[in-house]
């Protein structure tokens, strides 16, 4: 996690722009004549939602946006009949046996 540190008249005269480096994910340490007293830190990940999550990570460079132009296609499952797979574990059961 990135950190800054600044100090209390700062911190006082630019809050917002402190809350919104908050947002992107650093850590700021706030500081009375260089001693650090207090700290504003993001809130954990699990409360964000996902979509949240993964801007942070873009905004911070560590993942890109995936491109759209090589998105490979998921084949569609193979359709089987009702209780197919019961009947494969029911056999291979039997066999070992």
């Known amino acids: 996690m990135q950190s800054a540190s600044v100090g209390i008249r700062d911190a006082k005269m630019h809050l917002s722009k402190y ?3 908050v947002q992107k994910g650093t850590e700021v340490i706030i500081t009375d004549r260089g001693r650090p007293v207090g700290k504003i830190v993001p809130i954990q990940d699990e ?3 996902l979509e949240e999550r993964i801007k942070v990570l873009e905004d ?6 995936k491109s759209t132009k090589r998105m490979m296609k998921i084949p ?3 359709p ?3 209780n197919i797979a019961q009947k494969f574990l029911q056999e291979d059961r039997d066999y070992d046996r």
């Open 76 to 78: 569609s499952p193979i």
């Open 47 to 49: 409360d964000r939602t």
């Open 19 to 21: 809350i919104k480096m």
């Open 60 to 65: 911070q460079g560590l993942i890109e946006k």
């Open 80 to 82: 089987v009949s009702d």
